[in-house]
């Protein structure tokens, strides 16, 4: 689901500080995904990366993991939009100090003879982990905090054809921080 | 009771009290005419969807309730997403209902099928599309609530064709968690703290002003702000929305600000140094470059809508939360400030050398536009309500007219609708129809909707209309003429093209004309004493008369451009 006026691109924990992650509760109801995306490209507020998924095991609540550019506009003003929205219950603001966050990557990874070492290595020493094999190819997985994400992709980048895929952030509270 | 959607449909509005709406109907919406055969409820059939919209939000600004059209789908939903992004601009209460294909065809490229609510998604305060035929009451409950509570606003119903014709067991939710709106929490508890941090900044200011914005009006707070402003002496200015929510005879009122504001209002907030904003939204008309705006002001900041603060201005104090209870707590806390003394003494000098001015009408020459205005309200019952629709007409009847009282000024802001005039004084006549409704309109908009008269002329709702008639798309020929060197490209319209008098006529209506300064008040005494068909009056006014005060786009409201006959280096 992309809702990014911009692709996301490339590393983001050498990203600016002004990136903010708001977790935000929404009804699970049609198009609710499609307003929030709306409001954002119409108050021109720009969406680093984007998560969903059924919260805490309901099925009438989603939780949106939003990375916004606290830059580009005042959190406050996104903040405020964005809870007019009437499908909008509740949003929490994670400054990234305060949160744990967290981010799958997947990537397909060809090799030789010559580089399936290199490889494995690459593997064992991120803390990654093979989900699939093929003659020539391995799909390698990732979970982790988007700094190793981004210290793992680019590892990848001296292997010949890698298909790579990110989620995005997905965040909560550090226990013992403040909400808000 | 087992009824079908469309019976609970109607049957909803009538719980909601709706006493009539406007509409026209079509394939998807058929099953909901039929019902309405039975109904209380007043149906005007419009001649254009467009005209639904308007009469709606001329309805709900004149009375204060919701507003509520229905039209069917594809092409009447598209033709009545005008009037959704106007009520939107200026926060009216609407309640649109939209006919849908069937459930099973949405998405299939369906006869008349259009996806009306992500279309609308930007431009309504909340839209629903109707899944069962059991959930309409709460939708329909769901709908007034929103726009009716907190920041009012246009809230759009889709439904489809399939589940107005289906089967339902009526019930009617009667609580608000019924509504099942987890995300929509309107109020807000006062901030005694940020209360009394704003009275201390009132009890300390020397050059205080209220800027009154059309949250005040939404908020009925008229009454409180009456009281507000004579206890602490504080001077007025009423937003182009705002008009009518302080009289305009009360000596404290300096008047509107903005790009066309009055000398003395705009000036006032330029060298303010506190601005209490009372539902306004410091809109670029109002504020001209926000760079040099108000440089010295603090700002106490009160809006129902949080997102308003600091949009625009950083506000020193916010206040969120209804107009009308904030006036009500500040007045409980202030102080009255020291001594507004020199303050007024600066502000009425400025009254003095700049009040409002045009240049007499010559006997043979054309109609001055501001006279003619001047007129009608001569002759006019007291709580006339006027209507407008966009150019340069609307900003000589937000000037030259006196509003006295809330909801007697009609008109299309912040999205700047031309044909808003016509179809919006019907709507406010409907609702008021003890009052006499006028509408100041421009020969360019009038030509928009005046198909609308028709309407007015079979339903029985005798407004009156007003053409200033220059020939031109005025306010635009006022810009070509001042900002592209004289360069007139694509303004002129003809002054007898058509004959309005005899449109006026072919529609019902009675069709009158002047053309010199002595038929004037003799028009305006006929069109007076026509009481059962609209009546339609061409102007034929001055086309190279101009809109002043003005200050340039782009330009601060330092630089604010008066009357010529006031410029002798003064300005
Ligand atoms: C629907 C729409 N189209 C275009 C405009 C741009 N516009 C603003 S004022 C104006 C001229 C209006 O002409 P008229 O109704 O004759 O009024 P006048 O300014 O001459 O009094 C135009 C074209 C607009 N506001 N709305
Ligand atoms: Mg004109």
Redesign the pocket.
Known sequence: MSATPEPYVGPTSSSPVTHHILSVLVENKAGVLARIAGLFARRGFNIYSLAVAPAEGHARFSRITIVVDAETTPLEQIVGQLDKLVNVVAITDLAPRDAVERELLLATVSYESDTRTAVLDAVASAGASIVDVDAGAVTIMLAGTPAACDQFERRLESFASVELHRTGRVALSRLGSQKN | MELTGAQALIKSLEQQGVDVMFGLPGGAILPVYDPLIDSTIRHILVRHEQGAGHMAEGYALATGRPGVAMVTSGPGATNIV?PIANAHMDSTPLVVITGQVASGSIGTDAFQECDITGITSGITKHNFLVSSASELPRIIAAAFHLATTGRPGPVLVDVPKDIAQSKMEWWWPSTIEELDLPGYRPNVAVDEDAVARAAALIASAERPVLYVGGGTLKSRASAELLAFAERTGIPVVTTLMARGAFPDSHPQHLGMPGMHGFYTAVTAMQRSDLLISLGARFDDRVTGRLDGFAPDAKIIHVDIDKAEINKVRRADVALIGDVREMLTALDAATSTPTSLDAWWRQLRAWQEEFPLTYDEPTTDGPLR?QSVIEAIARQAAPGTIVAS??????MWAAQHWKYEEPGTWINSGGA????FGVPAAIGAKVGRPDRTVWTI??????Q?TAQELVTARAEGIPIKVAI?N?A???????WQEMFYDERYSE?Y?SPDLPDYVKWAEAMGCVGLRATSHQDVDRVIAEANSVHDVPVVIDFRTDASEKVFPMVPSGATNDDIVVHPRQRGGNA
């Open positions: 005008t536009p629709g966009v150019g340069q007409h609307q700047g609708t031309m044909g309109d421009g020969d360019g908009c009038f928009m200033l220059n031109y798309l005025g306010m635009v020929r006022q303004v319209l």
